[in-house]
């Protein structure tokens, strides 16, 4: 976590960890986004194509842990 405060609940836990996930993802998209604008060949669109769809797949992984009571052990 880049915050660097001890998360004190299990909640606060996730809630950080969430922001910090989708703050990286985040930044994986825009890069996505501007690589996609240069000149590439068709392997690698297709490339970009494929980190994109994981991007999404982490990021809906991310929404529901985010969004479901989950206990940590």
Known sequence: MTTGKK???ESEF???TSHDLR???TAISW?????KKERL???????????GACVD??????DTLATKKITLH
């Open 7 to 9: 998360p004190s609940t």
């Open 14 to 16: 996730i809630s950080m």
């Open 23 to 25: 703050t990286s993802l």
């Open 31 to 35: 890069l996505i986004d501007f690589l």
């Open 41 to 51: 060949t068709k392997q690698g669109h297709k490339h970009l194509d494929d980190i």
């Open 57 to 62: 797949r982490l990021n809906d992984i991310v």
